[in-house]
């Protein structure tokens, strides 16, 4: 009798989990990607640029695990925000800000030099997010 019950909303705490658990998913395809992208024989484009498309995935994935009741507009003006911002953030040059830009962490997270190509693939990566964010909300409703 499940199809004759109404389309309830789904609680806020499910749609964190869901989107947190997406987000895991992401994170494990762009380090793949990052890490053994070129030893499976991609090209450097798909590497660089598929990572950052991943990454701004994440980040709208992860904007929404921590606002689940945000609409997916909100998501995704939150999430072209923080990308703008990140990539802009590579023009500033303080010691102890490159010093982590260096490592690990800071590469993966903040990136290391400026490009405007790096916007265009969050805006695909962001895209791509609103658009398994549907699928996952059509496998909770149905």
């Not at 997406?22 to 590497?47: E, H, K, N, S």
């Not at 950052?52 to 999430?79: E, Y």
């Not at 990308?83 to 953030?89: G, K, Y």
Request: net charge positive; charged share 10%; with cysteine.
């Amino acid at each position: 009798m499940r199809g004759a019950q109404p389309n309830k909303p789904v609680a806020p705490l499910q749609t964190s989990l869901i989107r947190a658990g997406l987000a895991l998913a992401v994170i494990a395809c762009g380090l793949g990607l990052r890490w053994y992208g070129f030893q499976l024989g991609f090209p450097a484009f798909v590497v660089k640029y598929g990572g950052s498309l991943l990454w701004a995935t994440m980040v709208f994935l992860l904007v929404g695990a921590l606002l689940p009741r945000l609409t997916r507009n909100q998501l995704t003006a939150i999430a072209v925000a923080i990308a703008i911002v990140v990539e802009f953030s590579r023009l500033v040059h303080a010691p102890w800000l490159d010093a982590f830009r260096l490592t690990t962490a800071g590469a993966l997270l903040m990136g290391r030099i400026f490009s405007l190509w790096n916007l265009v693939a969050y805006a695909i990566g962001i895209v791509f997010g609103v658009w398994i964010d549907r699928l996952g909300a059509l496998r909770r409703v149905g």
